[in-house]
């Protein structure tokens, strides 16, 4: 093993009891999700994985499918989400390791069907709901669109449907996660008048968790505050405020 000039030391136990006391949170029917995009917040890939896998945690969101496979080889059964995009020339990985990939348009849609059809398998797929980040996602207006083709393919699978909140951790103004709130909700009644049941319905952060339980859906996303860190000064006077455990 190389020996480096820096380095970080992650302490366990203290990663364990961010997760234990996070999971203290959720609404009875949500499932735990960290977060381990940009190598885990630069706290390692590998090693905060590893922690959480010790820790009970069996469902982990990254930004790409190279990350995914990573965590593939970790966790063979393990939830895996890419939030990111994913080149439609690495579909086919996500198909062979079970990596169930966040889309949001008719083209992305039509080659995850081509490709999962090609293999005899089927690809889990999350629909991801533009509320108000303006950063990807389908408008709710045009969720029925998408409905209508996921009602033709025969290989993708509606597994999850999701959004993102743009500054949830605003907690003293929170209008505006409150529209995209509203908006996301919407989205989800078109696709269950649909005929549609998602088993992961998540837009829930860090900030989210804590403050917010009214969003938690089946599933939540456990960002920042898995490694300690308060999504916002706002936040964690909101937590002294409301006399939280955290």
């Not at 009891?17 to 590998?46: D, P, W």
């Not at 469902?59 to 939030?83: K, M, T, W, Y």
């Not at 086919?92 to 169930?100: Q, R, S």
């Amino acid at each position: 093993m190389h020996r480096y000039r820096t380095w970080i030391e992650i302490n366990e136990r203290a990663l364990a009891s961010n997760i234990e006391t996070l999971r203290s949170m959720l609404e009875e029917q949500a499932r735990f999700c960290v977060v381990l995009k940009a190598n885990a917040y630069g706290h390692g890939f590998k090693e905060v994985a590893q922690i959480c896998g010790r820790n009970g945690v069996d469902a982990f969101a990254v930004d790409n499918i190279d990350e995914a496979l990573e965590l593939r080889g970790l966790f063979p059964s393990a939830l895996i989400i890419v939030l990111g995009y994913t080149l439609f020339d690495r579909m086919t990985d996500a198909v062979k390791h079970d990596i169930h990939l966040t889309l949001y348009d008719k083209e992305g849609l039509a080659h995850a069907e081509v490709v999962a059809g090609a293999l005899a398998r089927s690809l889990n797929v999350h629909l991801k709901i533009e509320t108000g980040t303006s950063r990807q996602g389908v408008f709710v207006d045009d969720v029925e669109d998408l409905l209508n083709d996921l009602r033709r393919m025969q290989h993708v699978s509606l597994s999850g449907v999701s959004t993102h909140f743009a500054n949830i951790e605003d907690s003293g103004n929170p209008q505006y996660a409150t529209m995209q709130f509203g908006k996301f909700q919407e989205a989800i009644g078109r696709i269950h008048d649909y005929g549609f049941t998602p088993e992961f319905i998540h837009c829930a952060c860090s900030a989210a968790i804590i403050i917010y339980p009214d969003t938690h859906g089946t599933l939540v996303r456990s960002g920042i505050s898995t490694y300690g860190i308060w999504s916002s000064d706002l936040v964690a006077s909101t937590v002294r405020d409301r006399h939280l455990k955290c």
